[in-house]
């Protein structure tokens, strides 16, 4: 069809419109109505007009049917037109009079979509009052084919038309002779030139002229295959050429399309702006997220800056519960309860080191309770700052202080519960319960050979008088006696010096319990904070999307560009 190359260049600013309405829509950019559908429908899609003129039976309909291959204008031989027809594209065939003089005919034919066709009485109907063509068409047509009858081009009505026409309607014109299978060959160089000079004469310009034949070129593409040879006679080929550079070339068209590459450029200025606006705000919004997470890190500097003091509560309560299991551990070991060990076993350390680190956690789960709940309400807080600064930077209504109060919980949860678990991990790494472990089984060792001395001696003494050995029993019991004092004498010092000994190990190690415990109580507020920070995941969320969105938008942008410049040199 005629003027591919203008068609695709006008495709292609097409969808680059539809791109930049589209990115627009997306970007939320205000680039005015010029874009619209409606607006690029009637103006960059309006499609060529030609207009042909000629008296009557010179051959126009044949003409415009042989130009696209299409019966679309009745042929006859008698004046078929008796009105100004015009063709255009439509989904169901059909004729709409406007006027006497003015007829629609919609026809569903592809080609017409892009060009519209007007094909016309004689010219001396047109001088008798068909005025509609000169005040309605002519100054709007792209092309003007002025159809002449080989065998008399010299009919005064057409050059009388043509003689009307303004400088600028004959520059769009252009001469047909038709029906040149009608004459000899050589004949039509010699019509061409007597055209030429009539032309000069009468309007002072000689168009371009094609000596044509219709009905040789509607033969040549309706034959299966393609008539070559009836096609070469026809002489359409120059003719469509001329067409097609008409209409690659004109300088009307190639305004339009100037136009409206203009009218897509500047709204890409525009998207542009506004994407590099929506660019700084998602940076400002990515700066104030991170400023939110500097506070958040802040806040748990401040309460791990006042660590030692937390600390030397948390030594305090070592040292009393130290002193307390220290006494439990001087009942265990009392001669009595010794005594009962001796037959049941000993595990003192065990049971020792076990009530101890019970009771140390849920000491230092108190404190760590009491900690907890500050920790939370300065959380509270500062969650209470944040709602309105939010607001006003991002445009986000956060969730209020109820709806953080079951993580806030939970964190304080977690919280006391690895400050417990570390207390009694320590008290382990201290291994406390080793050297008392030893201590206890060396005494109970000891104790043991004196209570067995002090069975034997018994023993002997009921043996000796069984048999009446006056002066043994009164010795084996005076041995036992002895070995008794021993007993309790021993197991009350070494109670003395083992409880003496575990209670120093246990003060001497609550400094190194107390900075174990600082390691783990940092943690414990990292972790705590951490979760703090996960209630601003709505924020997170924002930024994030808002930097997904961009960078196929800013990609998008940079094709529409690219397409926009390449159409720009095309034109």
Sequence with gaps: MFGERYFATRERLVEVMRGIVDLA??????????LASDSVQTGLAAPFLFVVCGEVNAGKSTLINGLFGSDLCKVNILPETDKVLWYRHGVLARDVEVTPTLEERYRPIEFLKDFNLVDTPGTNSVMRGHQSITERFLPVADLLLFVFPVSNPWGAATWDFLSKLGPEALDRVAFVIQQIDQRDASDIPVILGHMRDLS???????????????????????????????WLACGFAELEDFISRNVCQSSQRRKLLETWRRHSSDALVKIEDRIEETTRNVERCARFLAEIEREIDSLR?????????????????????????????GSRLSPWNTLIRLFTGERSG?????????????????????????????????????????????????????????????????????LGRAARLGIGNLKVRHGLDQSARERLTSLKIFTALTLLSLTGAGVCGIFKIPWAPWGCLLLAAASSAIFLIYARTSQQD???AFRERLLD?????????????????????????????????????DKLALEPRLQRWNELFLSLKAIEQDL
């Design 509 to 545: 190690a609550c400094g190194t319990f107390a900075n174990a415990l600082r390691g783990d109580y940092e943690e414990a507020l990292r972790v705590f904070f951490q979760d703090y920070a996960g209630c601003l995941e709505e924020i997170r969320r924002h930024v994030a999307n």
């Design 25 to 34: 829509a997306d970007t939320q950019a205000e680039i005015g109505p010029e």
């Design 498 to 500: 083992i409880v003496k």
């Design 200 to 230: 000069m004469k009468r309007i002072g310009h000689i168009p371009p002229m094609f000596a044509v034949s219709g009905k040789l070129a509607i033969e040549a593409k309706k034959t299966e295959p393609f008539g070559r040879q009836a």
């Design 301 to 329: 500097e401040q309460f791990v800056i006042r660590l030692p003091r937390h600390l030397s509560g948390v030594a305090e309560v070592f040292q009393s519960e130290a002193v307390w299991v220290a006494k439990r551990l």
């Design 350 to 418: 065990t049971e020792t080191e076990g009530l101890f680190a019970e009771r140390l956690q849920t000491a230092v789960e108190h404190v760590a309770t009491e900690d907890a709940a500050e920790t939370v309400k300065a959380c509270e807080r500062h969650w209470e700052s944040l709602k309105e600064r939010v607001h006003a930077e991002m445009g986000i209504m956060l969730k209020d202080d109820s709806t953080i109060q079951a993580p806030l919980e939970k964190a304080s949860s977690k919280f006391v519960r690895r």
